[in-house]
């Protein structure tokens, strides 16, 4: 058995005993009631809907044409709820009621009669729901869609839909307050605590129920919101999850003249900024950490909530990430460890990896996660072949659960992963350095990574060196240091592969050296993309330790390396390294 394996099996089993024995003790609890004080008679306030609304979705329905997660379901004059659906996420979709704002976004009264009958038809079956309908996350998205689209749904309604209307919205909230212990960890026990907030606040006629509501909020963010305002799972999704949710709940007790709790502002006031660190200059977030497509114009929207405009650091130490801007360049780095268990079910195994734009174009990326419907591919791009970053062994430097009885108890978590994590920062006259090493293969091989990134001071040049640090009995392994392209950078080797150039849709150009390696180009692909999968091409340094224990690369802006090329003939490396 390998180096760790025996520490990853008894940390395994330590997990599953706690996790069987808080199911347990949840199962056997008393079930608490949501109720004391909440108005069972009509919804007081529709917080608002932040999600983008498409109105031409709503022909699409009343011709009974069902979209969901990239697939088609023709329901051909029968209800959606009664057709076959072609997967767990498009019923999960289907039955969290979220497209009703497609259909408020059309604001005509066809498609209100059209909502108001499919909401209908929803109450009916309510009964014989399946599985994926009853998941406590697809019940706190019903909730909030049945709060915000309230305003639309019930008027010129009978008064039997109304009191219907108010009942369900009263037993999805005790239900979601019943399973809250079950429920896992981290953003997914988030979510339910802001759902809840948000019934308490439309419904309760009492400050009561809404300040024990707050309360309970204010203990989850605490928890869960670092101090640099990034989420405990190192995810910049969670950020944006989080606020698209908690911000209507701030208008909507705002609204009704009451204040928010203090601890929960100031961690809104924490989280605006970070949404810029992590955003690239077109406006696309970094792949980190189960980031997927780039919603921008809800980003957009959030944005507008943003009363503070505080700067964002660049200098992330509690979320584990790094910053290098300069003069439109921008270098973002992973240099964190492994979140805590219970956080890391979307984690990557991609420390020290890194992205890198400059002005509006994209270069170097990571493959990011895929759309809910692509989930083939979720543990494929947590791997740390997927990130741009150095591997070894074709090894990741994160070992998770297996698929199987543990990963359906405890989800898909990280066992053990870097635990120590150094990160320095220097800026000297402009340029900007930052050093990240990790102990990932350290255990299994005997070699801790490190890498130094170096921006220069007009962000002409992107400067890096991996370096592979021996320690007790380091092995002879293979690695690869991977660059993966954004899908819209063009690439070709030149200068008999001494080089890479990289053109971008901008039409500018970049090129890449590398020393001590040779230099391939392999295929790769990019998920973090509304469209969904895309080919692309990822630069491959590969060589073999211990023989090869530094590898300096760079990428230069062509009008810059040709500049200083050295006299001498084509066949010459671009830009010297040192």
């Excluded at 005993?17 to 529709?46: K, Q």
């Excluded at 749904?153 to 009942?167: C, I, K, P, S």
């Excluded at 006031?269 to 949404?275: E, K, V």
Aim: charged share 25%.
């Amino acid at each position: 058995m390998g180096r760790g394996a025996w520490a990853d099996r008894f940390r395994l089993a330590t997990l599953v005993a706690r996790a069987e024995t808080r199911l347990l003790l949840a199962l056997v609890s008393p079930a608490r009631l949501f109720g004391g004080g909440l108005g069972a008679d009509r919804v007081l306030i529709a917080p608002q809907d932040l999600r983008t609304a498409d109105p031409t979705v709503a022909d699409d329905f009343y011709a009974g044409i069902f979209v969901f997660s990239g697939q088609i379901v023709e329901c051909n004059g029968r209800s959606p709820f009664d057709m076959p659906a072609p997967s767990v996420e498009w019923s999960r979709v289907l039955h969290s009621l979220g497209w009703l704002r497609h259909l408020r976004a059309a604001g005509t009264p066809l498609a209100r009669s059209n909502a108001q009958a499919l909401v209908s038809d929803w109450f009916l079956r309510r009964g014989r729901l399946p599985p994926e309908a009853q998941e406590p996350e697809v019940i706190a998205r019903r909730l909030l869609a049945l709060l915000s689209q309230s305003a639309f749904l019930l008027e010129g309604v009978t008064a039997e839909f109304y009191r219907r209307y108010v009942l369900e919205i009263l037993r999805h909230a005790r239900q979601l307050h019943r399973l809250r212990p079950l429920v896992p960890d981290g953003l997914p026990r988030l979510r339910i605590s802001i759902a809840l907030l948000t019934a308490t606040i439309a419904m309760s006629r009492e400050g009561g129920p809404i300040r024990a509501a707050l309360e309970r909020l204010a203990c989850e963010l605490d928890r869960q919101i670092l101090p640099d305002g990034g989420h405990i799972s190192r995810n910049p999704a969670a950020l944006i999850e989080i606020l698209v949710d908690l911000l209507p709940a701030r208008q909507a007790l705002t609204q009704r003249g009451a204040a928010f709790e203090p601890r929960i502002l100031a961690a809104i006031d924490r989280m605006m900024p970070m949404l810029r660190f992590f955003r690239h200059a077109d406006g696309s977030f970094a792949a980190f950490n189960g980031m997927g497509a780039t919603a921008a114009d809800l980003i957009s929207t959030i944005a507008a909530f943003d009363d503070v405009r505080g700067q964002p650091v660049a200098n992330a130490v509690h979320s584990g990430y790094q910053r290098l801007e300069v003069k439109g360049a921008i270098a973002i780095v992973d240099a964190g460890k492994v979140p805590p268990y219970w956080a890391s079910r979307d984690a990557h195994a991609g420390a020290g990896a890194f992205e890198f734009s400059a002005g509006g174009q994209v270069i170097v990326v990571n493959c990011g996660s895929p759309l809910p419907s692509r989930r083939e591919w979720k543990r494929v791009v947590r791997t740390s072949a997927a990130h741009s970053t150095a591997i070894l062994a074709d090894a990741s430097s994160c070992r998770f659960v297996k698929p199987g009885r543990f990963d359906r108890l405890l989800g898909p978590i990280i066992l053990s992963g870097p635990r120590h994590v150094e990160a320095r920062r220097l800026e000297v006259e402009g340029a900007v350095a930052v050093t990240v090493s990790h102990d990932g293969y350290a255990h299994r091989f005997g070699y801790v990574h490190g890498r130094d990134l170096t921006l220069a001071q007009d962000g002409s040049r992107l400067d890096g060196l991996d370096r592979f640090i021996a320690g007790r009995r380091p092995d002879a392994v293979g690695f690869a240091i991977r660059f993966h392209l954004h899908p819209s950078i063009r690439a070709a080797l030149v200068r008999e592969h001494a080089a890479v150039m990289l053109v971008g849709t901008d039409s500018e150009s970049w090129e890449f050296v590398a020393e001590g390696c040779d230099i391939e180009l392999e295929e790769s692909v990019h998920l973090a993309d509304a469209r969904g999968v895309r080919r692309t091409t990822q630069i491959v340094l590969s060589g073999n330790l211990p023989e090869t224990r530094e590898v300096r690369w760079a990428f230069i802006r062509v009008a810059h390396a040709r500049r200083q090329r050295p006299r001498g003939g084509d066949a010459e490396p671009v830009l010297p390294l040192e």
